[in-house]
């Protein structure tokens, strides 16, 4: 017998509705995370597209809320990092930690999210905690009044650059295209912000420092321009990556990694179900997050009647 019905690997808010969601549907579920819940929501200052909150409600608070919400109903909690993930028998799947323990369950959600992408550039990884920094909430407050770069232009690097710019002195938002990728509302804040400039067409070929950030030396695309630009941080947020890698290859995911599943949220593989960031898709938001925690429940909950378990 296995110790649970279903085990929901991670607590950002696919996970943290997904154990809502089983808790009121009375599944003996646990949710299992590394550390605490929370996810990349964490590192987001401000959600402003997220049903329910018309003024806004920072990250924190709306993940805080989520796991109060879901300690109202009868799902555990676990720390425990899964590493490997396999079919014991038919109908038991077991988890396994970097440690050797095991937890067992008819049914998995996994809802392990996505980190973000590092730049892979020299002084990158010598500088990372030195002024690189890939979470703008997190590190912000350490350059009040200093200039930073932002890399990137998609949805996080300009949202993050509007956080900034509450903060620092001026920010270089570098990106390598003459277009921003990001939503055309974010777009608009940011070319009306005096502390963000944009400088188009341009890459960072590397970041100089010692004991800190001290410049980053870019290339113009178009002209075949190169400088050192003077900054004291440097924030990257160019895409992220699924946090995928410790499942089997049976689990069908598209070439990024992230996984396949149907419309009920079920992979490849019966019994293993996939929410959030890790899926593929074409919209990545907390409201799809939780949508697809709870459809993914429902999925099991008609798996597990269809087994008679
Ligand atoms: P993203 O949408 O994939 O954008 C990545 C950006 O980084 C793109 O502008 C890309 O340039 C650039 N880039 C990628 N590789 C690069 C490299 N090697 N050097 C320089 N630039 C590089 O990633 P994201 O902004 O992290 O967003 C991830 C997902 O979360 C998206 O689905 C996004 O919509 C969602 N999200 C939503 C919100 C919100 O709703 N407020 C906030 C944050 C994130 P190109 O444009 O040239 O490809």
């Given amino acids: 017998m296995p110790d649970y019905q279903l085990a929901i690997i991670g607590g950002g808010p696919a996970g943290l509705a997904a154990g809502l969601y089983a808790g009121r549907a009375g599944l003996k579920a646990v949710l299992t995370e590394r550390l605490s819940p929370g996810g990349q929501v964490l590192t987001t200052d401000w959600i402003e597209n997220y049903p329910g909150f018309p003024d806004g409600i920072s990250g924190f608070d709306l993940v805080d809320r989520m796991a109060a919400q879901m300690r109202k109903f009868s799902t555990d909690e676990r720390v425990f990092e899964v590493n490997s993930l396999e079919f014991e028998g038919e109908n038991e799947i077991l988890l396994r930690s970097p440690t050797g323990d095991t937890l067992s369950a008819r049914a998995v959600i996994v809802a392990t999210g996505a980190a973000p992408n590092r730049l892979g550039v020299p002084g990158e990884e010598e500088l990372a905690g030195k002024g690189v920094s890939y979470c703008a909430t997190c590190d912000g407050p350490f350059f009040r009044d200093q200039v930073v770069a932002v890399v990137g232009g998609g949805d996080s690097a300009v949202q993050e650059s509007l956080f900034l710019s509450k903060i620092v002195k001026k920010i270089y938002l570098i990106h390598r295209r003459d277009e921003l990728r990001a939503v055309k509302w974010l777009q608009e804040r940011a070319f009306s912000n005096p502390k963000i400039e944009i400088l188009w067409d341009s890459v960072v070929e590397k970041i100089n420092g010692s004991e800190g950030v001290e410049s980053v030396h870019l290339k113009n695309k178009k002209s075949g321009e190169s400088r050192d630009l003077p900054v004291q941080g440097v924030f990257i947020f160019v895409g992220i990556h699924p946090n995928t890698g410790f499942l089997p290859e049976t689990i069908k995911k598209d070439a990024r990694g ?45 798996y597990l009647t269809e087994l008679g378990l």
């Fill in 258 to 302: 992230f996984v396949v599943t149907d419309e009920w949220m079920q992979t490849s593989v019966r019994g293993i179900y996939a929410a959030g960031d890790c899926r593929a898709k074409p919209l990545r938001q907390i409201v799809s997050a939780v949508c697809e925690g709870a459809t993914a429940v429902y999925g099991v909950e008609h």
